[in-house]
């Protein structure tokens, strides 16, 4: 482009090579180190789910072609693993934006306080994952917690709620406090495409007598589709590859109820050891989430056409 | 168009439900963080504390654990940006000016860096870091943080990079000045929010990162802070909450000074900016 507005055509095509070669020594302190510390791993990685390969410095790996992925089809834990996976992601990602999708549109009018809102939305952004856990395990105490106190008070229950600790509680709280973390991202993606969005629609549309309800229906979400199918596709990614926030906040307990793939995968490759194994996992995570995404996406994009 | 008072009120208490969802509990954990532990203790809670008590935050800084914690996660992350801003700036540089081959495919692998889960990368890293003798080192965490950075450093500088006015290099370039003296005296000045955003974003991303650093740092004297949090946790029987809470609050200043920084750009610019790439 600089080429064409600066030179003369006839100049462009011997600038060409000269530019390739200077872009290329432009990338290359970045290339050696991405090469060998991204591209390479993850190709190892993705190879390695063929393998044996266990912990330790001097221990053979072998290929076993296909072993990992049958004896994963042959473990209940590990489909449990998967279930509780997709049903996080879900919830997660389709609640949080719903709710987002609603803080968004009401930051998008006119009312006050506006400016203060919207930094007080970014809080759950700003912290670090590891404390998100430890704030919200104080939250759910099932003694000292304000949680309980509250729901003890609105006599919604008489007993505190160890809800980490219970079977039946621990995938509800952990997906809410997912929903929380993730919101700020998801409602400020969602507030740029709302402001992306031209207001003589709305304007034409109020003017023929439409409802606020069906403006919303059909100018908002079809103006939003691009921006939201983006930002929904993000936040399952993120959300399924998630760890960090219930490794901390549960460690997959309480009897394995909120044990995600990732933290199976952890728990088998640095606990136990069985490296390949948890390379096969991932492998089965990738090919879901690419799965998953095709489908998601092929969709979206038809119906947008 | 004019909103009927009904809704005004609606949307009002709608607002305010979300804030307290979303701001509650930070407030909730730096109240705790000022109780003295036999109020911390109390069955009946209270929103603020009934004095004031620094207690817990010179119980958690006279805690060595915390302390070297602190230090290492300073270390590693001041680190990572310098290193990620001397590779990002020539490359974004290059993203933003060039139609290069090289275009689409780091695109491409910025899109693969989000879909692929850790797990497959950080077995084969530990695997190769390890006869280099770079695990559990501050070295060995700070190369990593810089690979895993790059990638969103590299999408937020080339939409600073694409900003500034072709015209004004081009006219650097009329007077001889070369590509390098042109980056360095006409691109970088014009390019100081984006290199200070991008520095701040990158420092964040290291100060929160846990997965990496659990992985390969194993020696207590080299734990970063999000590592020495989550261990007391770990030992729930006698963990200290107050403390705990303290040292939680500390661990997010960083952060919450860097959105509060970069509050109004965060919900308008920095988002449309970087796409523009």
Known sequence: MTATLTAPTQVKKPGRPKQNREAIFLFLPALLPVLVLSVYPLIRGIALGFTNARAGLHVDTNFVGFDNFSKLLHNGLFWDSFRIGVIWTLSVTILQFVAALGLALLLNTDIKFRGVARTIALIPWAMPPVVVAIMWRLLLHPTNGPVNEILQNLHLTDHPINFLGNFSTALPAVIVVGIWVGMPMTTVTLLAGLQGIDRTLYEAAAVDGASAWSQFWNITLPQLRTVIVAITSLDMIWNFNSFGLVYVLTAGGPGGKTMLPMLFAYNEAFRYGNFGMAAAMGDVMVVIIIVFLAFYLRNRLRTEA | ?277
């Open chain 2, 1 to 277: 168009m004019r909103t009927r008072s009904g809704t005004r009120v609606l949307q009002y208490v709608a607002v305010l439900c979300y804030l307290i969802f979303l701001g509650f509990p930070l407030l909730w954990l730096i109240s705790s963080s000022l109780k003295s532990p036999q109020e911390f203790a109390s069955i009946t809670p209270t929103l603020l504390p009934k004095h004031f008590d620094l207690s817990n935050y010179t119980d958690a800084l006279n805690e060595q654990g915390l302390i070297r914690g602190l230090g290492n996660s300073l270390q590693i992350s001041i680190y990572t940006t310098i290193l990620v801003l001397i590779v990002a700036l020539p490359v974004s540089y290059a993203l933003a000016r060039f139609r290069s081959r090289l275009r689409p495919l780091t695109n491409g692998w910025i899109l693969v860096s989000q879909v692929f889960p850790v797990i497959l990368i950080v077995i084969p890293l530990f695997m190769i870091l390890r006869p280099l003798h770079l695990t559990n080192t501050i070295p060995g965490v700070v190369i990593v943080y810089m690979v895993w950075s790059l990638p969103f450093a590299l999408w937020m500088l080339q939409g600073y990079v694409a900003a500034v006015p072709r015209e004004l290099e081009e006219a650097a370039s009329v007077d001889g000045a070369s590509r390098l003296r042109t980056i360095v005296s006409i691109v970088m000045p014009l390019l100081r929010p984006g290199l200070i955003a991008t520095a701040m974003f990158t420092f964040i991303s290291s100060w929160n990162e846990f997965f990496f650093a659990l992985v390969l740092l194993q020696d207590p004297q080299l734990k970063t802070l999000p590592l020495v949090l989550a261990r007391f946790v770990g030992a729930e029987g006698q963990v200290q909450f107050g403390p705990l809470a303290a040292a939680s609050v500390l661990a997010t200043v960083p952060s919450l000074v860097f959105f509060a920084f970069l509050q109004r750009r965060l919900t308008s610019g920095l988002l449309s900016g970087a796409v523009k790439g």
